[in-house]
């Protein structure tokens, strides 16, 4: 990702996302996880190689243009990892505070490009918290910005075992897993229990 951010190139990373895509249709896949999106702030964070640096135009620029040529393999793109996920150890336990401002014109930046230009099918919510709550059961981040002010139309899929509660739904959460906690059985249980609503699940 950051080699690929380097370039300064749309034209190659719409290439990239070409071949990716063709390369995950062709073994029979339908979403292809990536590009991942967060901002390299800190030398701590293990996976900076798969990201796309740390300017958020040049992330929002690259990632539109990667994500627009993985879709044009009909596959959809599952973009990683909204938002403020920018290191991995104890990604879990991590409570990013953060002001409006710097939420606004930093971090949610890369993603306004993303989702005005390539109009990704899916978008993969974090492990950390924000302000106080998680990432994947986050109003503020999912319903108000994400799919309000941003107006992502895809759906919004948790990281590996990311959801902490069926709250997360009515929070803008669209599918929770692998694990079947808060999926398959449990979820329809909980909607028939009125736990969840039908109108989100």
Not at 44 to 73: C, I, K
Not at 129 to 155: H, M, P, R, S, T
Not at 182 to 195: E, I, K, R, S
Request: proline share 3%; net charge negative.
């Amino acid at each position: 990702g950051v080699g690929l951010a380097s370039t300064f190139d749309d034209e190659l990373a719409q290439a990239y996302g070409a071949v990716a895509g063709e390369e995950a249709r062709a073994t029979g896949y339908n979403t292809i996880a990536g590009p991942t999106m967060d901002l390299v702030r800190t030398p701590f964070n293990g996976r900076m190689w798969e990201d796309l640096g740390e300017d958020p135009l040049l992330s929002g620029a690259t990632s539109a243009n990667q994500v627009e040529g993985e879709q044009s393999a009909e596959v959809s793109a599952l973009v990683k990892h909204y938002n403020l996920n920018n290191f991995e150890s104890r990604r879990g336990h991590v409570d990013v505070v953060v002001d409006e401002r710097t939420l606004q014109e930093t971090y949610t930046r890369p993603w306004e490009k993303l989702v005005s230009e390539a109009d990704p099918g899916s978008v993969m919510c974090s492990f950390n918290k924000v302000n106080g709550e998680f990432a994947c059961g986050n109003d503020i981040l999912l319903n108000q910005i994400l799919k309000g002010q941003l107006g992502l139309e895809g759906f919004v899929s948790s990281d590996f075992n990311a959801a902490h509660s069926f709250a997360d739904y009515e929070a803008g959460l669209d599918i929770a897993g692998p694990g079947l906690e808060f999926a398959g059985p449990a979820l329809l249980a909980a909607v028939q229990a009125g736990t969840v609503s039908e109108a989100v699940s």
